[in-house]
């Protein structure tokens, strides 16, 4: 069985991996922020884009479950359908 982790737990948890994130950004260094390859054609500060792009609709998905309403709509155009894979590569190509 699964034990709902405590909110201290969760707020510890977070603060490891936004600890842990900010030491890999560091890593990367601002010279190679911008440099292709990350992804393709992709830079990492392309990546981050594009990461945190789709977070925000998950957080506001979590958000409004929380409050018992409804999401905010997405920040990508509403005809682009998550359910399609060419529906979420256009939505990855609006993000980029």
């Given amino acids: 069985m699964y034990a709902t ?3 201290a737990a969760l707020l ?4 490891h991996e936004r600890v842990a994130w900010e030491q890999f950004v560091a890593e990367v260094g601002e010279d190679r922020m911008l440099q292709p ?10 990546v981050v884009a594009h990461l945190s792009g789709w977070r925000t609709k998950t957080l ?9 309403q409804s999401p905010a709509p ?8 998550e359910d399609t894979d060419s529906g979420v590569d256009q939505m990855n190509d609006w993000i980029y």
């Fill in 5 to 7: 982790p405590s909110k």
């Fill in 74 to 81: 997405p920040p990508w155009p509403a005809e682009l359908d």
């Fill in 60 to 68: 506001s998905q979590l958000d409004a479950a929380q409050s018992g």
């Fill in 37 to 46: 390859g990350a992804m393709g054609d992709w830079t990492f500060k392309d």
């Fill in 12 to 15: 510890e948890l977070i603060d």
